[in-house]
């Protein structure tokens, strides 16, 4: 099975802030890479799929990158909206995992 | 609009069984494959079970493999998980998600609110 670790666990950072997200893959896995979003009590939120495509609707200041094993988030500059914590998912093989969560909290 | 709604969640045993229920509507349910994803109490998310758009295809996670068996009937826009030997671990919110295409390639674009599910005596 492929593991998905991100860095970190969690973070504080401030509106206005840009901040980045790792995640690693165990073993190759191309740009089959998708990061979500979950605020609590509420279901994940797709924002970025295929490594680096963003999803409709999603804000710009979001953006993804990588390929292979290593791969990131962006957000450009922190809202206060964007305070949740953020998994990233390998679909690259049929069974699909997600990492950790990396929760992003206020300064 | 896109809509997921689970059912079928509650208190059950150790050891019993529980089926649980993802009703789609407003897309073409019969062109995706679909996927449960649980979430444990204060936990990350863990993916459960897939099953393709015809049922040609299905995964299961190692921690479910031989006890749970995903189902879906396109006639009525409808997925299954049928959970049998049940045990503490698998206490969790449960949610059918939808794929953004093929069989997951893309991510889920859309999710339920998720059914609970209490494994204890």
């Known amino acids: 099975d492929i593991q998905m670790t991100q860095s970190p666990s969690s973070l504080s950072a401030s509106v206005g802030d840009r901040v980045t997200i790792t995640c690693r893959a165990s073993q190759s896995i191309s740009s089959y890479l998708n990061w979500y979003q979950q605020k609590p009590g509420k279901a994940p939120k797709l924002l970025i799929y295929a490594a680096s495509s963003l999803q409709s609707g999603v804000p710009s200041r979001f953006s993804g990158s990588g390929s292979g094993t290593d791969f990131t988030l962006t957000i450009s500059s922190l809202q206060p909206e964007d305070f949740a914590t953020y998994y990233c998912q390998q679909s690259y093989s049929t069974s699909c995992s997600f990492g950790q969560g990396t929760k992003l909290e206020i300064k | 609009e896109v809509q997921l709604v689970e059912s079928g969640g509650g208190l059950v045993q150790p050891g019993r069984s529980l089926r649980l229920s993802c009703a789609a509507s407003g897309f073409t349910f019969d062109d995706y494959a679909m996927h449960w994803v649980r979430q444990a109490p204060g936990k990350g998310l863990e993916w459960v079970s897939g099953?393709?758009?015809?049922?040609?295809?299905?995964g299961y996670a190692d921690s479910v493999k031989g006890r749970f068996t995903i189902s879906r009937d396109n006639a009525k826009n409808s997925l299954y998980l049928q959970m049998n030997s049940l045990r503490a671990e698998d206490t969790a919110l449960y949610y059918c998600?939808?794929?953004?295409?093929?069989?997951?390639?893309?991510?889920?674009?859309?999710w339920g609110q998720g059914t609970l599910v209490t494994v204890s005596s």
């Open positions: 099953i393709s758009w015809n049922s040609g295809s299905i």
């Open positions: 998600a939808k794929v953004k295409s093929g069989y997951g390639d893309y991510g889920f674009d859309y």
